[in-house]
């Protein structure tokens, strides 16, 4: 009998909202960011931050980290772009939101599972990977050295069969 699961890349929009309306209570309230330009916007697949100085735009950026920990969102899904100027002296910082796997490193993963040696297929479908093998003791090795090998992007592991 052959077993599966599948390797996903996902992040509930739903949890980055509440983390950034609890955010910007925060901003609104806190004393060193009281009266200022700072802000949290969330636009279909990135969240864009601005503040008055790069002091201001660390400060969101902690308190919006914190948030999304707290509801259990992974950083490692958010990909920062650099600083840039933005009007009236402000300045933005735009967070790319993961959402699948990217194919560079589907491909990656496909590469370093065969070089594992374990009895394992993996497939790439779309924006996620099914790896199947007869054995369970296998798909369990190969999710350990996923885990171990790939700890810069956000994964789950789901499906399990």
Do not use: C, W
């Amino acid at each position: 009998m052959a077993h599966s699961f599948d390797i996903v890349s996902k992040v509930n929009m739903d949890e980055v909202k509440n983390g950034i309306n609890m955010a910007m209570k925060e901003i609104k309230t806190r004393f060193d960011l009281k009266g200022s330009s700072a802000g949290i916007q969330l636009e279909e697949n990135h969240i864009s931050l601005i503040a008055d100085d790069d002091f201001k735009l660390k400060a969101v950026r902690e308190i919006l980290e914190q948030k999304l920990v707290k509801r259990k969102v992974p950083l490692k899904a958010l990909n920062y772009n650099s600083v840039e100027a933005a009007f009236s002296g402000n300045v933005k910082q735009r967070a790319a939101i993961q959402e699948g796997i990217p194919t560079e490193k589907a491909r990656e993963i496909v590469k370093a599972v065969k070089r594992s040696g374990t009895k394992v297929q993996v497939a790439i479908q779309e924006d996620q990977l099914r790896v199947s093998g007869k054995s369970k003791d296998a798909l369990q090795q190969t999710i350990s050295l996923i885990k171990d090998k790939f700890k810069d992007i956000n994964l789950q592991f789901t499906n399990y069969r």
